[in-house]
């Protein structure tokens, strides 16, 4: 079929060579990462958070993400890192005044800049749009461009004042080698924190247990008392012998104190003094004399 009616084939059209790799444009995965959400591919919008390895979130979408992590969802091992609400930052970022929104080009007769972003650098100015590299501040979530940390060397955030160590910039859509970089620090933290968390509980368990006075206590009362007979020697002084009636001697074990719970008259109490006595009904004063004491009269009357 074909090559007829003087057609002559060139050698592309017969002999089919290797398939051409297709490449990924720069400005749209550069648009994929910052101005939509590594979880949802929804369009960010605050509040925004990143997590410990930089990527950019809808806090809308991670906070449904961590109340149902069953559901399906397409890019589900990007947060397969997240635990939970601590281990994202919520970014203090910086509104770009060129930012005119999404659609202010509607009728195409303009030129509209396709690297223009909502937010830039607070300090020398640059867009946040994937051209130069950011970094966010764990501390308080501050955003900046390493230009500007690197023009002016502090220890304090330019925007808000609270004070930082270099452990706490996080580069924001780093490379794959930053990532990694970012993924050990990060497991090294959390082992860090788990094994001061268990020193900590055991720590709690030995001071609980030295301030609890029962376990104490109670180990003392019972290597200080001795059973006692009625006659009040104790046992182990008067060694048990042979009786004249043939029978082992029998001691009756009698407690050291008083017995709690056991009933007193007032007449008992002689120590006691007349005004404690009169607190109680048995006492003579507390009783009502014959005069004192009425009978019930029912009386029914009759109204005509």
């Known amino acids: 079929m074909g090559c007829d009616g003087g057609t002559i084939p060139k050698r592309h059209e017969l002999v089919k060579g290797p398939k051409k790799v297709e490449k990924v444009d720069k400005t749209a995965e550069l648009a994929a990462k910052w101005r939509y959400c590594a979880l949802s591919q929804e369009k960010l919008k605050r509040p925004i958070v990143a997590c410990e390895l930089g990527r950019l979130y809808n806090k809308d979408a ?17 947060v397969a890192h997240i635990r939970s609400i601590k281990d994202v930052k919520e970014l203090n970022l910086t509104d770009n005044p060129a930012w005119k929104g999404e659609r202010r080009n509607i009728k195409g007769d303009c030129y509209e800049d396709m690297h223009c972003s909502m937010f830039i650098c607070p300090v020398v100015g640059l867009e946040m749009n994937g051209k130069h590299k ?27 004042g ?12 780093g490379t794959k080698e930053e990532v990694e970089k970012l993924q050990r620090a990060m497991e090294e933290r959390r082992s860090k924190a788990k094994t001061a968390k268990k020193s900590k509980k055991s720590k709690d368990t030995k001071v609980s247990k030295a301030q609890d006075p029962s376990v104490t206590a109670g180990s003392c009362d019972a290597s200080e008392t001795k059973p006692t007979s009625l006659n009040g020697e104790s046992s182990s002084d008067s060694a048990p012998g042979p009786s004249t009636s ?20 007032i007449q008992d ?34 109204h005509f």
């Not at 966010?136 to 808000?160: D, M, N, P, W």
């Not at 029978?247 to 008259?265: C, F, N, Q, Y």
Request: aromatic share 8%.
């Open 62 to 78: 991670i906070i449904e993400y961590l109340l149902d992590k069953s559901a399906e969802r397409p890019n589900s091992e990007v």
């Open 134 to 160: 950011f970094l966010y501040l764990q501390t308080c979530g501050c955003v900046f461009s390493e230009r500007a940390l690197k023009e002016v060397k502090t220890e304090i955030c330019h925007k808000c």
């Open 162 to 173: 609270d004070p930082f160590q270099e452990d706490d910039l996080v580069m924001l859509n």
């Open 246 to 265: 043939g029978e082992s001697s029998k001691t009756l074990k009698a407690p050291l104190g008083p017995v709690i719970g056991s009933k007193r008259s």
């Open 269 to 302: 109490m002689k120590d006691k003094s007349e005004t404690f006595k009169s607190l109680f009904t048995s006492h003579s004063s507390a009783k009502r004399t014959k005069d004192q004491i009425s009978n019930w009269v029912t009386h029914t009357p009759y």
